[in-house]
């Protein structure tokens, strides 16, 4: 009798915790794109999600776009919208179509890590990313630069990257060739260890970015500016740049299809594959009550 009353009063708890966590308000989502918002066709159920959209703006919920691309690529993807975009992994925060707050990195200790990719290592396929555009070498494959125009809009080529453009810059983003430079990532982040952060958005995608200059630190000063805490802000994510941001966020989703074990351990629940338009059916669920 005493196990019974003892197991009764557990699923009361339970249930009771689970009550709470559906009454918490949640009055903030961010969002990553590839593998997350967008599903193996990069695209998405642009009706389903302008519906989600439009209520999630009459309740006073903020739409953030937090991803490692370029600002010029996120506004391909949701147009004119009043909304916020966190770009370039973090350093770069718009609010709809004004810069809203950005950070770039220290230009000597830049070119010192480029020169080091570029000059040491041999790697001429890089993107060197700054906030009015994104810079590859004109001598680059053609396959090369069409994969990079899909995700850099705004993108230039350049002679050399040893004379770069004056520009802010904020990140340098490439794709690490295991055969012939296997421990690259490796050793670029102990050569520059007290400079530079590495995250992967997975298959060996790099970005090198600033410390601190993370999905999730951008978060945190956006929270901060609104009076907002992590325990109203929702997060979806499926990669490695992901993490900080799902640790950082009280509800936070880990998609189904990302292959980051880590992940499902940081993440709160996790939400059907990007392929089953996931975030929008986690918001219906959980956020609009459908």
């Known amino acids: 009798m005493t196990n019974f009353i003892a197991c009764h009063e557990m699923d009361i708890m339970k249930t009771t915790k689970r009550a709470m966590r559906r009454i918490i308000m949640v009055k903030a989502i961010a969002v990553d794109m590839d593998g997350t918002f967008l599903d193996s066709k990069k695209t998405y159920d642009k009706l389903r999600f302008e519906a989600n959209f439009t209520e999630l703006r009459n309740r006073d919920i903020t739409f953030i776009a937090a991803s490692g691309n370029q600002y010029a690529k996120l506004k391909s993807i949701f147009g004119d919208r ?90 340098i983003a490439f794709n690490i060739n295991r055969e012939t430079h296997p421990n690259v990532d490796e050793e670029v982040a102990t050569q520059f260890s007290n400079d530079i952060k590495l995250v992967s958005s997975g298959h060996d995608s790099i970005d ?27 997060a979806f994510g499926d990669a490695n740049n992901d993490k900080d941001m799902l640790a950082f966020a009280k509800h936070s989703y880990v998609m189904e299809n990302s292959h980051d074990e880590e992940l499902f351990n940081i993440a709160s629940a996790v939400a059907p594959s990007n392929d089953k338009q996931g975030v929008l059916t986690i918001i219906e669920q959980e956020v609009l009550k459908k």
């Open 82 to 171: 009043d909304m916020y975009f966190i770009s370039e992994n973090g350093a770069v925060i718009y609010k709809g179509n004004e810069l809203y707050n950005y950070k770039s990195f220290n230009r000597q200790v830049f070119q010192q890590v480029v020169d080091y990719l570029n000059m040491n290592q041999s790697i001429d396929q890089l993107v060197i990313c700054g906030l009015k555009s994104a810079y590859i070498l004109k001598h680059t494959s053609e396959a090369f630069k069409e994969d990079t125009r899909f995700y850099y809009h705004q993108l230039k080529e350049i002679d050399s990257l040893q004379q770069l453009p004056e520009d802010d810059y904020v990140k």
């Open 208 to 234: 090198i970015i600033m410390p601190n200059m993370t999905k999730g630190q951008a978060l945190k000063r956006l929270l901060d500016k609104w009076g907002m805490s992590s325990s109203e802000l929702m």
